[in-house]
């Protein structure tokens, strides 16, 4: 069965510290690595995906697929970085399989 | 262009009634999906639409159930409400739909059930 895990309900940082949200799947095959986030106020929105390999905001999201990880990190965490951040790895086999997120990290970053 | 839209965006209703939730897709998406979400569960997949049809299905009961018309927009019903039902309920649309594309959100309605 398909499974996402993001380990912590909570993080909170201090502006400029390193911030990593964990993300970690279980699924059959190989699926397309999303992170989504949700500003105060403001509507759900894709912040990256694996395949682009951008670097958004300053986040990366590095695959690990030994580990079935895709952590996302930022070098220097700014408080307009704080949101409710959710990991989606989708399947690929092209409509077929149920679409499934995270339960989501609430990210708070301190002044 | 312009974005997803869901009507009405807040709703209350009591125990035992029925809602039906709008959703307009970005012009030119073929697919709608809708998710639940709430405090401790998140975000829950209901169903996905995609031309018309119902091509994948969240793990939810048979009081949820939905359509989507030839112009893409999409409609959410949920009968004989329970007070659990209570939730923000958020529609997105992509192109294509499956596991690849990317999903665009909309407002969510707020569902209050007493």
């Known amino acids: 069965a398909q499974r996402v895990t993001q380990p912590e309900k909570l993080l909170s940082v201090f502006k400029g510290a390193p911030v990593e949200l964990k993300c970690n799947y279980s699924?059959?095959?190989?699926?397309?690595l999303f992170w989504y986030v949700q500003y105060s106020r403001q509507r759900l929105q894709l912040l990256l995906r694996?395949?682009s390999r951008e670097s958004i905001k300053g986040f990366t999201a590095d695959l690990n697929k030994g580990e079935t990880s895709f952590h996302l990190k930022k070098p220097f965490a700014q408080e307009e970085d704080s949101a409710m951040y959710y990991c989606?790895?989708?399947?690929?086999?092209?409509?077929?399989?149920?679409?499934?997120f995270g339960k989501g990290t609430k990210l708070t970053v301190n002044p | 262009k312009a974005g997803v839209t869901q009507t009405p965006r807040y709703l209350i209703k009591t125990r035992g009634q029925q809602v039906t939730l709008s959703c307009s897709p970005i012009?030119?998406?073929?697919?709608v999906s809708w998710y639940q979400q709430t405090p401790g569960q998140g975000l829950q997949f209901l169903f996905e639409?995609?031309?018309?049809?119902?091509?994948n299905k969240g793990n939810f009961p048979g009081r949820f159930s939905g359509r989507q018309f030839s112009n893409s927009r999409s409609e959410m019903n949920v009968s004989t409400l329970e007070l659990g039902d209570s939730a923000l309920y958020l529609c997105?649309?992509?192109?294509?739909?499956?596991?690849?594309?990317?999903?665009?959100f909309g407002p969510g309605t707020r569902l209050t059930v007493l």
């Open positions: 997105a649309s992509g192109l294509a739909g499956g596991g690849t594309d990317t999903q665009y």
């Open positions: 699924y059959s095959g190989s699926p397309e």
């Open positions: 694996h395949i």
């Open positions: 989606a790895p989708n399947p690929t086999q092209g409509g077929s399989e149920k679409l499934v």
């Open positions: 012009s030119g998406h073929r697919s």
């Open positions: 639409y995609f031309s018309e049809t119902q091509r």
